[in-house]
């Protein structure tokens, strides 16, 4: 898959500066923003307008976004997920978004909501496997200017990945958000809570986890795949 058709400014800001500093060469830039915020969205501008990328520019990328410390949840459906049947809801459902930004969704934040909606997806039919990026409203910032006050919504992302051989759906995001990310899903693949259910794969709570531990901390970095 490449991640890079599915990339925001959001997401490289995300990234270490020597990570950015090697995007920054493999598109030919002269990585002298010491501000990680400003080359990230220098980068972000640069390769929006580059027709070849390298292959080690798409290699960072893919093993890199969606990546890093995030809640992971995992959920497996009471029924078959076959992978034609949800692929062509999706694509019919949010066109604009296969292999691509919706930016109607992601670029206007007054058109955000609380619950989930599909900004972008990105597929391999041959291994079966699909990735769905949401954003939702977060919350709202009021901006002040002299007298004048404006408010504008934050917004947050949540990702499902979907590995249709092994039948696990994976959420990525705010804990809080996975269920409503998962109805968001079940919605646009045209089906409904009640006849399509994900329940999440393991029954046991982090607090069960911790006590096993009892008591050790163990931080973990989470992989693209």
Known sequence: MDLTKIIIPNDLTRFNKSDLDD??????????????????????????????????????????????????KWFESEEELKFEEV??????NNRKAINDIDASKVGYNENLMTNPS??????????EQIFIRFV??????????????????????????IDFKKQLIEYRGDAKKSKKTISSFIRNINKTNSNFEAKEKF???VEDVADKLSGELIDTISLTD
């Open 23 to 72: 995007l920054a060469t493999e598109l030919d830039m002269l990585s002298d923003i010491d501000n990680k915020s400003e080359l990230a969205v220098e980068i972000y501008k640069q390769f929006k307008e580059k027709q070849d990328l390298s292959d080690n520019f798409k290699e960072i990328i893919n093993s890199k976004l969606l990546a890093g410390r995030t809640a992971t």
């Open 87 to 92: 692929f062509e809801a999706l694509s019919s």
């Open 118 to 127: 599909i900004f972008a997806i990105v597929f391999d039919k041959e291994q």
């Open 136 to 161: 939702y409203k977060n919350g709202i910032r009021h901006d002040v200017n002299g007298t004048n006050i404006s408010k504008r919504s934050i917004p947050a992302y949540s990702t499902l990945y």
């Open 203 to 205: 029954s046991f709570s």
